[in-house]
């Protein structure tokens, strides 16, 4: 197995950038040869409570149709998963299988923590979506199986449309101007205590301004490929939604952010229109008890082919190269990845599944929502252009970066042409210092 060496690879990711950078790289080599050996594997995830519940049971069916590997658990939470891996992974004490994000593949499959799934026989790859595969490939390796399809769209809560009295757009013609004017009159209608729509600012959100500007945050070769010009216009219009009242003043933003769902703006039914992934659509209607639509994202001239949007893999299954038993790490993952008996168990949740005959056997069970989800993303495939480049090594914490300057903007502490400034000369040097 080829991983590129630790030494032309540093990354960051907080606290814990000094203990991953003592990875020392290392390729998983079986204890046994005999397939039908005992082993256990460790395997690591984020998620609530209805999801950690959902993954034991896939875990139990897992376990039932192969007795000889057990599978111990260990579930986090998104705000801490991330320093925990990191410690685990520097101290040679990964998880065996592990629940990757996107921004994440290159900082760990990159410095050689991750298994080349594709040298992997246990795992069948000629049933996923191909751009499924590629979004988790790096330098010629596979080290994430796509968990499912997402869309990061618009979601309109009709509530709050409803009391304001202002109809739905038309999403499929519609521009940044119409977008400006309907949530303005929202917030006109609620006097001060519902808005119209939440600030959209993180890595997704610039990305697709980006696109519809034919640019992007990162280039194929992982350098950042946009002019700052393009990057300001972003801010700028952030800062039009807080000027035109469309948007909430920066003290109830800067709230909100910090809110959880069931605490938001969003999730209390104060806010007409929010920037979520497709997946989330089950949540929202649960937690907002209304009937939410999603929108695709406008754009300059109102065509929807070039409104930026794309396919997101919602997470990834990965495997520790330190693994023991990568064999093993490897016939889980690819039960997760192509068996019905796991389909039918985990449904949509991380996303419509890439292996398009587990959404053909698992559409007749699906919630309304997910149904929704699945013919939403049908509906919008014509116009959806090919995903992004894998952010590169470094990038892992730019979602933070974007967030910050879009404070600066918002409390008028920076222009929007000196935060593009400003922060592409920080991700340029995010990026540099991790090779």
Request: charged fraction near 25%; aromatic fraction near 8%; hydrophobic fraction near 35%.
């Amino acid at each position: 197995m080829s991983i590129p060496t630790v030494s032309r690879r540093r990354f960051q990711l907080g606290a814990a950038a000094v203990a991953l950078s003592l990875l020392a790289t290392g390729c998983g080599t079986s204890t046994s040869s005999n397939s039908n050996e005992e082993v256990t594997l460790r395997f690591a995830w984020w998620g609530n409570e209805y999801l950690n519940a959902q993954t034991e049971k896939v875990i139990d069916a897992f376990e039932a149709e192969h007795p000889n590997i057990k599978i111990e658990s260990e579930p986090g939470e998104w705000a801490s998963y991330w320093d925990k891996l990191a410690t685990k992974t520097a101290a040679n004490d990964a998880p065996d299988i592990i629940q990757m994000d996107q921004k994440y593949i290159a900082e760990y499959g990159g410095r050689g923590a991750l298994l080349d799934l594709s040298k992997q026989d246990g795992i069948d790859s000629s049933k996923l979506d191909k751009e499924g595969l590629a979004s988790g490939q790096y330098d010629g390796a596979q080290y994430g199986l796509s968990t499912g399809q997402n869309a990061y769209v618009i979601m309109a809560n009709t509530k709050v449309f409803e009391a304001a009295k202002v109809p739905l757009p038309d999403d499929t013609k519609w521009t940044w101007d119409e977008f400006m004017e309907t949530a303005a009159k929202i917030s006109a209608a609620g006097d001060g205590k519902n808005y119209g729509a939440a600030y959209g600012s993180n890595e997704a959100d610039l990305i697709i301004w980006l696109r519809q500007h034919g640019e992007n945050l990162y280039s194929k070769d992982g350098n950042l490929d946009f002019d700052t010009a393009t990057a300001a216009s972003f801010w700028e219009r952030l800062k039009e939604q807080r000027d035109s009242k469309a948007s909430p003043p920066a003290t109830v933003a800067t709230e909100d952010a910090g809110a959880g769902l069931e605490e938001s703006l969003f999730g209390t039914n104060r806010v007409g229109m929010a920037w979520w992934w497709t997946n989330q659509l089950g949540s929202l209607e649960a937690t907002t008890g209304s009937s939410i639509k999603m929108l695709r994202a406008p754009s300059g001239d109102g065509s929807a082919a070039k409104n930026g949007m794309y396919y997101k893999p919602t997470m990834f299954w990965s495997a520790s190269s330190r693994s023991k038993h990568p064999e093993a790490a490897a016939t889980f993952i690819n039960y997760l990845s192509n068996s019905p008996e796991a389909g039918a168990i985990l449904m949509t949740d991380r996303g419509v599944p890439t292996n398009a005959e587990i959404v053909d056997s698992i559409t007749p069970s699906l919630k309304p929502a997910d149904t929704t989800v699945v013919s939403f993303l049908k509906d919008t495939a014509p116009d959806m252009k090919e995903a992004p480049p894998v952010p590169p090594v470094g990038a892992g914490s730019v979602q933070n970066v974007i967030k910050r300057y879009t404070d600066e903007v918002l409390y008028d502490r920076l222009t929007p042409q000196a935060a593009a400034e400003a922060f592409k000369k920080e991700v340029e040097g995010m990026v540099a210092g991790a090779r």
